[in-house]
């Protein structure tokens, strides 16, 4: 137990190195904290990522840290995923394709009391990385100027977090997060002529903490079927982190630089969250879950380069909004058939953006989502839930704004969790 023990500890390890890898190509990463990394695990991502009302006893649900509070008492469950992802990129009539991999995430479960569970891992919080490049002719045929966009980064967050079922019903959980990461974005303006070159760096990095809050209410209807409501709020704050921006402007004809460096004190924030999901559990065979989160970025001011000073701006950012909707279905988790176990999941959702450009709103996105939950076979445990599972997803996202570059993009992603009986007690005859 206790070299699997390390061995899941080093897994984490791996991942928080992983993490320094950018998990975006998409030029929308400039805006704002980046492209928001979705927090899902394996089980949920055939359903598109929902999970607020999702308990259940043998998975990590990070979503909802009351869930915790369901997970068997006889096992220590590990969930590791990574994703992999091609992105369509078309305005106008130009089009152009991006690829890119990322390894996501790395948490773990188990139970610490009775009715009480404790989760630990590393997730993704947002990512940045993009490079593109456009050129405008100069009047008086004095040749072209080229503008190169550039950026990398991203925040990334390792928690603990506790769930309690207070009493049968109701159960409540948190999530204590160190948040982590750097961005740099950068905008250099060049001719080939006597004119200066110009350099514009937006820099930060975040070492800051996050807390999220879960509610869960299970309710029998009869004895097939069952509820559960689920409710979530995550602390907005401010991040401590001291925003840059270095403008470089360089002499055409003798190369000089002359730089200007501005510096925001704690100018970078998140936003408070909040969301609300429904399950619906039959025979514990068939699982249907929506839920809608809120996420009050309007009320946040955000870093902006204005009439020669970088200072706070209001009207950046917007709240945002999305809804997902999944199912899972198994046929029979206890057959002996291998096709009776397998997991068929499905999804679909709609979200809003949460930042502007050039005051008007950023693209929407509508995704749909397919999977399935792969039980594998072990030594420990051959029967029932406990088994470790595979799961692998398809998800297509199409994001698009008027004006806007439109993005298509087809992830697949791959999760495994294990699920070991740590905690069973042998008997010796």
Excluded at 42 to 71: C, E, H, Q
Excluded at 127 to 139: E, K
Excluded at 196 to 212: E, G, I, Q, R, W
Aim: charge should be neutral; glycine fraction near 10%; hydrophobic fraction near 35%.
């Amino acid at each position: 137990m206790n070299r699997r023990f390390l061995c899941n500890i080093l897994a984490a390890v791996c991942c928080v190195s992983a993490f320094a890898q950018s998990g975006t190509n998409s030029p929308y990463s400039q805006y704002g904290l980046g492209v928001l990394s979705d927090q899902s695990q394996g089980f949920s991502r055939g359903m598109n990522g929902v999970g607020l009302a999702l308990r259940k006893g043998n998975i990590v649900n990070t979503l909802n840290p009351a869930s915790y509070s369901a997970i068997d008492s006889l096992t220590m469950i590990f969930d590791v995923g990574l994703s992999g992802q091609l992105t369509n990129f078309k305005e106008g009539n130009a089009s152009i394709n991006a690829k890119n991999a990322d390894f996501e995430y790395a948490v773990g479960c188990f139970r610490l009391v009775r009715n009480v569970g404790v989760s630990f891992g590393v997730l993704p919080l947002t990512n940045v990385g993009y490079s593109y490049s456009s050129s405008t002719l100069l009047a008086d045929n004095r040749g072209t100027i080229t503008e190169t966009y550039s950026g990398s980064g991203g925040l990334h967050q390792m928690f603990v977090g506790a769930g309690w079922r207070i009493f049968k019903p109701l159960s409540l959980g948190f999530n204590a997060q160190y948040v982590w990461g750097d961005y740099e974005r950068s905008i250099v303006s060049s001719t080939g002529t006597d004119i200066n070159s110009l350099k514009k760096v937006y820099s930060a990095s975040v070492k800051t903490y996050h807390f999220d809050l879960g509610l869960q209410w299970q309710q029998a209807i009869n004895k097939h079927d069952d509820i559960v409501l689920g409710a979530t709020v995550g602390l907005g704050h401010k991040l401590g982190a001291d925003p840059e921006c270095m403008i470089i402007n360089t002499n055409s004809l003798t190369s000089t630089p002359d730089t200007t460096q501005f510096a925001i004190s704690n100018g970078l924030s998140l936003p408070m969250t909040y969301g609300v999901g429904l399950a619906w559990n039959h025979k514990n065979s068939l699982l249907v879950d929506v839920d809608a989160t809120l996420q009050q970025w309007g009320s946040v001011d955000y870093p902006s380069y204005e009439a020669g000073d970088y200072v706070l701006k209001s009207g950046l950012l917007k709240d945002n909004y999305k809804v997902n909707l999944g199912a899972d279905y198994v046929p029979d988790p206890m057959s002996r058939s291998f096709l009776q176990r397998v997991h068929y999941r499905l999804g679909a959702g709609y979200a809003t953006p949460y930042y502007k450009i050039n005051g008007q709103d950023g693209p929407k996105e509508i995704s749909v989502s397919a999977g399935f939950g792969i039980p594998l076979q072990n030594g420990w445990n051959s029967r029932g839930n406990m088994r470790p599972v595979l799961n692998v997803s398809a998800q297509w996202v199409h994001a698009s704004a008027t004006d806007l570059i439109t993005e298509n993009m087809f992830r697949i992603n791959i999760g495994l969790t294990f699920n070991e009986r740590w905690f069973a007690k042998w008997k010796v005859d």
